[in-house]
């Protein structure tokens, strides 16, 4: 069989795959990039976060990004019974950028991975990883379209698979998630609202059920007139709704009159997707000659939007990670990789179960909140749920119980 050698693998070239590349490669090191589909392909995870342009900016890509003409994104709107209340990004308490885009993924992966070409990161396109070994060498074999098998060795092997979860599978790695079976049922539309005094294309609007609190949808805006629409519930209650999956999304959307009103004319041309369990977790995040980035390791909800950020924060952390090891130094990836990222991830996770438990949709409906207190609550919805500074990063189970008390009482 033949053998090449490289000096870091990334298997899948997705957001974190191609922003680990972009990264790694203006370090100088040499990465092959092993994609098993072809681009572009569909996904979600549309509504990006302003914590991301730090990445993007960072991986020398904000250029590819800000010129391919994505939606302007600045904010949140959130909805439930008729009342909206709006998040402006731009008035957080962190640090950093404060707005961002709302993309089309098929298109933006794309122009991620070529950003990555750019830079110099070799990506092989419909070639499949079939087996893993980093019981020594960091080895992985590969099947190519035509059914070649060869192997590549590396000095490091970053897992950027995503829903794939390739390296989870191939070392056994993966453990259930905590969180309940939801399902996710999702499209994109020609929404046709035309000019509604009542809706920012210029935020992603979340719009709760009127009556279930743990059943919401997206509608997330593009910059062509058409937008991603979905709905995210307990699979038991979606199974409940008679119907395919196009017939169960457009009948719960009449179910709420904004919504409703909002996509009375829209256009539903493109076919109905769904996802089932998609809530994961590992063992470890790390280990011997690896590192998983984004989805491979874990994947918490859609409803805060924090899977790209997620996604970009581990290629960053594991793209630092590794040129100190590259220039010899010594890193411990628990301390330096999974550590600081498992912060971020499980500060997000307190909001997610807050959402769901109903406790943070009446922080974020409370007609007369601390204008300091919600610009907090603002910066964790922009995606800076690494910064310690915020109290609500730092504490955020005591911090959140205790806003709801003050809100349950005023």
């Not at 909206?84 to 992966?109: L, N």
């Not at 790390?286 to 409803?303: H, R, T």
Request: glycine letters at 8%; a neutral charge; charged letters at 25%.
């Amino acid at each position: 069989m033949r053998v090449e050698r490289t000096q870091v693998v990334i298997t899948g070239a997705g957001p974190s795959g191609a922003v680990a590349a972009g990264l790694l490669r203006k370090a100088g090191h040499d990465v092959l990039i092993l994609e098993r589909e072809t681009f572009p392909r569909f996904s979600i995870g549309e509504s990006l976060l302003p914590h991301s342009m730090t990445y993007l900016e960072e991986a020398g890509m904000l250029q590819d990004v800000v010129e391919a003409g994505f939606q302007y994104k600045n904010g949140a709107s959130f909805c439930r019974k008729g009342e909206i209340t709006e998040f402006d990004f731009r008035d957080k308490f962190s640090k950093g950028w404060g707005s961002t885009y709302q993309v089309q993924r098929a298109k933006f992966d794309q122009v991620l991975a070529n950003a990555a070409e750019r830079m110099g990161a070799q990506i092989r396109w419909r070639h499949e990883v079939t087996a893993v070994d980093v019981s020594g060498e960091p080895t992985v074999t590969v099947k190519s379209p035509e059914g070649e098998q060869y192997q590549v060795k590396a000095k490091f092997i970053l897992d950027a698979s995503g829903y794939g979860r390739l390296l989870p599978r191939l070392l056994k790695l993966e453990r259930p998630s905590n969180f309940p079976m939801r399902e996710a049922i999702f499209t994109h539309v020609e929404d046709r609202i035309g000019q509604d005094p009542t809706f920012d294309r210029n935020k992603i609007r979340v719009t709760v059920h009127p009556e279930r609190d743990d059943v919401w949808f997206w509608l997330i805006p593009f910059s062509d007139g058409r937008c991603s629409l979905g709905v995210v519930a307990a699979a038991e209650f979606l199974d409940g709704v008679p119907g395919t999956h196009q017939e169960k999304l457009q009948a719960l959307v009449t179910q709420d009159p904004t919504l409703a009103r909002l996509l009375a004319n829209a256009v539903w041309d493109t076919p109905v997707r769904n996802m089932r369990g998609y809530a994961s977790n590992v063992s470890s995040t790390s280990g011997p000659g690896f590192a998983l980035l984004g989805n491979a390791g874990e994947f918490l909800d859609p409803v805060f939007s924090s899977g790209v950020t997620i996604a970009f924060t581990s290629a960053s952390l594991a793209a630092r990670a590794l040129n100190r090891q590259f220039n010899g130094e010594t890193v411990d990836w628990e301390r330096d990789y999974s550590a600081p990222l498992r912060k971020g991830v499980d500060a997000f996770r307190v909001f997610v179960e807050a959402w769901y438990a109903g406790s943070f949709q009446k922080i974020i409906f409370y007609p007369k909140p601390m204008k300091d207190v919600r610009g907090m609550i603002c910066s964790i919805l922009a995606g800076y749920a690494w910064d310690e500074k915020n109290p609500y990063v730092a504490e955020p189970k005591r911090r959140l119980r205790v806003l709801e008390e003050l809100c349950a009482q005023a």
